[in-house]
């Protein structure tokens, strides 16, 4: 495939690429965890419907973002064995490209001023879980242990003894929030953002000095997700990265 093919919308992708994504549909629908094996080159092929160069390619690329293991043998032993979930894989793809791409301040924070914006108003406005549902059997189960885990991250941003600490938990408070909204896409994505901007965050709080107003604004944005105000948890946010990142008013 050229280059001038490859920028096409409607080019078509390259055999291992559908593998790829046949593999990873497989291993979500048939409810693979880690440790399971995945059948064996020449079965997926079969499967699959495709050449084995194709499988093995798809198998490598698999392997180098941690999805699977490769294991040597035959019979019951063939396959490459499950390691982690394919969001996992996808975490580490997006932090790969945030890491090579070259984006301003401005951009990456406004693409997190949609996403937490929109997660907050999202977990705000679910239901409270019933008193009888597991601990995230149900999306408003999922986002009430959510939000379990933000307060206990402002608990411990409280105690943390320098900048770095400080911003652990900072971004575990902030994966929370994302998570709390539900979807898996988001989150990946945050997670994403939130990693390849970990040295950009601890320069912001040494820049600030005092955390006592980040602590502040996480206690407003929990507060109004807490209490169902999804237009108040929204402007939390809003407030929170305004003041963690002036800066990214501007272009630098």
Do not use: C, K
């Not at 093919?5 to 593998?19: K, S, T, Y």
């Not at 407003?220 to 946010?237: F, K, L, Q, S, W």
């Amino acid at each position: 495939m050229t280059t001038e093919e490859r920028r096409r919308p409607d080019a078509r992708p390259r055999a291992f690429e559908e593998v790829l994504a046949r593999i990873e549909e497989r291993i979500t629908a048939d409810g693979l965890t880690v440790g399971d094996r995945l059948p064996g080159e020449r079965q997926l092929a079969e499967q699959l419907g495709v050449g084995r160069s194709s499988v093995r390619e798809a198998l490598r690329v698999l392997e180098t973002l941690g999805v699977v293991a490769s294991q040597a043998g035959r019979g019951p032993d063939a396959g490459a064995v499950l390691t982690s979930r394919p969001g996992n894989a996808l975490t580490d793809l997006l932090r790969l490209h945030l890491g090579l791409a070259t984006l301003s301040m401005r951009e990456v924070i406004d693409t997190r001023l949609m996403i937490e914006q929109w997660a907050a108003a999202r977990a705000a406005a679910a239901p409270p879980p019933a008193a009888s549902t597991p601990a995230a059997s149900t999306p408003a189960a999922s986002a009430h242990t959510a939000t379990a885990r933000m307060a206990e991250a402002i608990a411990a941003m409280d105690a943390a003894g320098d900048p770095a600490e400080f911003v652990e938990h900072d971004i575990a408070f902030h994966l929370a929030l994302a998570e709390a909204a539900g979807n898996r896409l988001i989150t990946a994505v945050m997670r994403a953002l939130r990693d390849a901007l970990r040295r950009y965050a601890v320069d912001a709080v040494v820049r600030l000095g005092d955390t006592g107003g980040l602590q502040d604004d996480h206690r407003r944005i929990h507060r109004a997700i807490e209490d169902g105000d999804a237009g108040a948890a929204a402007a939390a946010v809003a407030e929170h990265l305004a003041r963690a990142y002036p800066e990214s008013g501007r272009d630098s």
